[in-house]
């Protein structure tokens, strides 16, 4: 079920509802059948894999809590690592390996579509969600849940099931256990968060998309300009696809006491590619910080090792988002930026020079700012890429300084960019809640009605997927 598709409102007012009126001690298995009734509406053998990571994790964590030899945990870790990964690979993966490796072999001709398998919705979000929790109790951050009902709602809560955030079961398991129901002020936050995201899917984002996706998507009909205005643009789709479906999520959760992490932190005013990284898919990126990039980072610091690092990482960030190589390239493309920042700071740190990050904004963050979201909107285009051949083509014929240039389209993607560039600076401040006080009743209630009057009038149609639905 979509969060932008009509089901989806009255089904989460029903959830509510019901939620009112069930006994305390019962709240957590009422949450666990709504979230698998959510999850099994459109393909109800989803729910035996999910199942089943579950009760895998939730008996390897039991075990690694009573296991004392380092051989025995090991060996637990190692069955949830090729447990869960092995499912991920063989669903997501299996296609594109076996497709290159008839590359190698010189049968290219052979078809490879025997391979492919239908993806689990949501899967590449609840394997890393369950693995940072037999890892986290592995390394004694967290003690082995020992309730199978708290554990499989940790798993499968339906506000961010689907495409996260990924969560950790420290931090999300103790709120699910004291869910509470609704009360006003939790529905007024939970309430501007989902209409907030769905006025950022259904009035900006798709609406952007459909007038900058011709463009993107026939680049050989393009001037150059055009098609940067094009990648810019499909930057910030994404960003505004994916960050609505964050605030529906942390919306709905709201709803049932359930404070969500942040996975979008102003992006667009990074003034650097690391910055731009740690800003975007938060709990991804800080998953792939924590589980893979600090166990490589021991020893010391050289060049050689920030860039095996970064590049290792950045691309794991890359393809977990597809079996493609062109999420291979957008990882290591953003890796090498990163890795470039990174060396320079490194050798001026070698000659003396302290490099301080500055917290405050100013005009001179402007060009930085520019030009960290041209590069980043440039590494999008492999995202958004069929092909790798698709990705080459697109560039070279951005390269070729065709000055081509429909005036009226251009202006109008500007308008549209500006829009969403303020969008992003009023919806992620931590002030929020503060600025929404400080308007009065009437202020509030005049942008409720306006919010409420372009979700009628101004929303698309017919809307797309969220675009993380497909990982």
């Given at each position: 079920?979509?969060?932008?598709?009509?089901?989806?409102?009255?089904?989460?007012?029903?959830?509510?509802?019901?939620?009112?009126?069930?006994?305390?001690?019962?709240?957590?298995l009422?949450?666990?059948?709504?979230?698998?009734?959510?999850?099994l509406?459109?393909?109800p053998?989803?729910?035996?894999?999910?199942?089943?990571?579950?009760?895998?994790?939730?008996?390897?964590?039991?075990?690694?809590?009573?296991?004392?030899?380092?051989?025995?945990?090991?060996?637990?870790?190692?069955?949830?690592?090729a447990?869960?990964?092995?499912?991920?690979?063989l669903?997501?993966?299996?296609?594109?390996?076996?497709?290159?490796?008839?590359?190698?072999?010189?049968?290219?001709?052979?078809?490879?579509?025997?391979?492919?398998?239908?993806?689990?919705?949501?899967i590449?979000?609840?394997?890393?969600?369950?693995?940072?929790?037999?890892?986290?109790?592995?390394?004694?951050?967290?003690?082995?849940?020992?309730?199978?009902?708290?554990f499989?709602?940790?798993?499968?809560?339906?506000?961010?099931?689907?495409?996260?955030?990924?969560?950790?079961?420290g931090?999300?398991?103790?709120?699910?256990?004291r869910a509470?129901?609704?009360?006003?002020?939790?529905?007024?936050?939970g309430?501007?968060?989902?209409?907030?995201?769905?006025l950022?899917?259904?009035?900006?984002?798709?609406?952007?998309?459909?007038?900058?996706?011709?463009?993107?998507?026939?680049?050989?009909?393009h001037?150059?300009?055009?098609?940067?205005?094009?990648?810019?643009?499909?930057?910030?789709?994404?960003?505004?696809?994916?960050?609505?479906?964050?605030?529906?999520?942390?919306?709905?959760?709201?709803?049932?006491?359930?404070?969500?992490?942040?996975?979008?932190?102003?992006?667009?005013?990074?003034?650097?590619?690391?910055?731009?990284?740690?800003?975007?898919?938060?709990?991804?990126?800080?998953?792939?910080?924590?589980?893979?990039?600090?166990?490589?980072?021991?020893?010391?610091?050289?060049?050689?090792?920030?860039?095996?690092?970064?590049c290792?990482?950045?691309?794991?960030?890359?393809?977990?988002?597809?079996a493609?190589?062109?999420?291979?390239?957008?990882?290591?493309?953003?890796?090498?930026?990163?890795?470039?920042?990174?060396?320079?700071?490194?050798?001026?740190?070698?000659?003396?020079?302290?490099?301080?990050?500055?917290?405050?904004?100013?005009?001179?963050?402007?060009?930085?700012?520019?030009?960290?979201?041209?590069?980043?909107?440039?590494?999008v285009?492999f995202f958004?890429?069929?092909?790798?051949?698709?990705?080459?083509?697109?560039?070279?014929?951005?390269?070729?300084?065709d000055?081509?240039?429909?005036?009226?389209?251009?202006?109008g993607?500007?308008?549209?960019?500006?829009?969403?560039?303020?969008?992003?600076?009023?919806?992620?401040?931590?002030?929020?809640?503060?600025?929404?006080?400080?308007?009065?009743?009437?202020?509030?209630?005049?942008?409720?009605?306006?919010?409420?009057?372009?979700?009628?009038?101004?929303?698309?149609?017919?809307?797309?997927?969220?675009?993380?639905?497909?990982?």
């Amino acid at each position: 079920m979509s969060f932008a598709s009509l089901e989806f409102l009255p089904y989460l007012a029903l959830v509510v509802g019901l939620f009112l009126f069930v006994p305390a001690r019962l709240r957590t298995l009422a949450l666990l059948v709504a979230s698998y009734a959510f999850y099994l509406w459109a393909e109800p053998w989803h729910g035996l894999l999910l199942a089943g990571s579950t009760l895998l994790d939730f008996v390897v964590g039991g075990a690694l809590g009573r296991a004392r030899g380092a051989t025995a945990r090991k060996a637990l870790l190692g069955i949830s690592l090729a447990a869960n990964l092995g499912a991920l690979v063989l669903f997501k993966y299996s296609e594109f390996f076996v497709e290159n490796w008839y590359a190698i072999t010189g049968d290219a001709s052979r078809d490879a579509s025997w391979a492919r398998l239908a993806l689990p919705l949501g899967i590449s979000f609840y394997t890393f969600q369950t693995l940072a929790y037999v890892i986290d109790v592995y390394r004694g951050a967290i003690a082995p849940s020992r309730d199978i009902v708290s554990f499989a709602l940790y798993v499968s809560f339906f506000p961010q099931l689907i495409a996260g955030p990924i969560e950790r079961a420290g931090h999300l398991i103790p709120q699910l256990e004291r869910a509470s129901p609704v009360d006003a002020a939790r529905l007024d936050v939970g309430g501007r968060l989902i209409v907030w995201g769905l006025l950022k899917k259904l009035v900006m984002a798709d609406h952007l998309a459909a007038v900058v996706r011709p463009v993107f998507d026939a680049p050989t009909d393009h001037g150059s300009l055009e098609l940067l205005l094009a990648g810019v643009a499909m930057n910030a789709v994404l960003y505004l696809d994916f960050s609505a479906y964050t605030d529906i999520a942390r919306g709905a959760a709201r709803l049932f006491g359930v404070d969500l992490v942040l996975n979008f932190r102003r992006p667009f005013v990074s003034r650097s590619p690391a910055e731009f990284a740690a800003r975007w898919h938060m709990s991804l990126f800080r998953w792939i910080a924590d589980y893979v990039y600090s166990p490589l980072s021991g020893g010391p610091l050289t060049h050689w090792r920030l860039w095996r690092n970064n590049c290792l990482t950045m691309t794991l960030f890359g393809f977990w988002h597809g079996a493609s190589w062109t999420f291979l390239l957008w990882g290591l493309g953003s890796g090498a930026a990163i890795s470039v920042q990174h060396s320079l700071r490194l050798a001026r740190a070698r000659r003396g020079v302290v490099t301080r990050e500055r917290a405050g904004w100013s005009a001179r963050d402007l060009l930085p700012c520019l030009g960290t979201t041209l590069l980043t909107s440039g590494f999008v285009v492999f995202f958004f890429s069929p092909d790798l051949r698709f990705g080459l083509d697109w560039y070279a014929r951005l390269l070729s300084f065709d000055g081509r240039v429909d005036a009226a389209w251009s202006l109008g993607v500007l308008a549209a960019l500006a829009v969403g560039f303020a969008a992003q600076l009023v919806g992620e401040t931590r002030d929020l809640d503060a600025a929404w006080r400080r308007v009065g009743a009437g202020g509030r209630l005049a942008l409720w009605a306006a919010a409420l009057a372009a979700l009628v009038l101004l929303r698309v149609p017919d809307p797309a997927d969220f675009i993380y639905f497909r990982f």
